[in-house]
C-alpha cells in the first residue's frame, strides 16, 4: 500500500517535489509509519523504483542484430517507464539512488554482456560503455530534453544508437 502510493506520487510530482506527507495521505497511514519502514524519502523511492531493466536475452539474437535489438529494448523502456526517468533524475544527485543504479547495471546488464562475449574479463567495461551511452541519450531525451533528442523519432534513435552498441558488445576492445 505504501509503496503503490510512493509510486503514483513519484510519477505524478517527480522525487523532488514528492513529499513523505503526501505519500502517507495517499496510503491513508501516518508519515511517522513511512518513516519507520523506509528510513527515509530516499529509502522510499529505492523501494518503490521498479529497477528490472527487463532485458532481452542478447546472445539468442542474431550477432549482427545486437545493437539494435538493445537500443530499442532500452529506448521503449525509457520512454514508457516513468520510475526509470525519475530514478535517473535522482540519480544524478543522490549517492544512495547512484549505488542502487550502479548495482543494477552490474546485477543485469553485465551478464547480459558476458552472455553475448562469452568473455567475463570484458563483460564489465563493454556494459559500462552500453551504459554511458543508455544512460546519456535517456538524460538528453528526458531530463534536459534536448530538442533535437526529443524529436527524434523511435526508429531514427534506434538507427543513431545500434552502431554504437553494437561496438561496444561485438567490436574489438
Not at 18 to 34: K, N
Not at 45 to 71: K, Q
Amino acid at each position: 500500500m505504501i509503496l503503490a502510493a510512493a509510486r503514483s506520487r513519484f510519477a505524478a510530482d517527480g522525487y523532488d517535489r514528492a513529499t513523505i506527507r503526501a505519500i502517507a495521505a495517499d496510503a491513508r497511514i501516518d508519515p511517522s509509519m513511512v518513516m519507520r519502514y523506509f528510513g527515509s524519502k530516499q529509502g522510499l523511492f529505492a523501494a518503490a523504483a521498479d529497477l528490472d531493466l527487463r532485458l532481452p536475452d542478447l546472445a539468442a539474437a542474431p550477432r549482427a542484430d545486437i545493437g539494435r535489438v538493445l537500443a530499442g529494448h532500452l529506448l521503449d523502456l525509457w520512454d514508457d517507464d516513468e520510475n526509470l526517468r525519475i530514478l535517473l533524475r535522482t540519480a544524478t544527485t543522490d549517492e544512495d539512488v547512484a549505488e542502487r543504479v550502479r548495482g543494477v547495471l552490474a546485477a543485469q546488464l553485465v551478464p547480459a554482456v558476458a552472455a553475448v562475449t562469452g568473455d567475463p574479463s570484458t563483460a564489465a567495461p563493454r556494459a559500462g560503455m552500453a551504459a554511458s551511452q543508455a544512460l546519456g541519450f535517456a538524460l538528453c531525451r528526458h531530463v534536459l530534453r534536448l530538442p533535437p533528442v526529443v524529436a527524434l523519432s523511435r526508429d531514427d534513435a534506434v538507427a543513431w544508437l545500434a552502431p554504437t552498441f553494437q561496438r561496444y558488445l561485438t567490436g574489438p576492445l
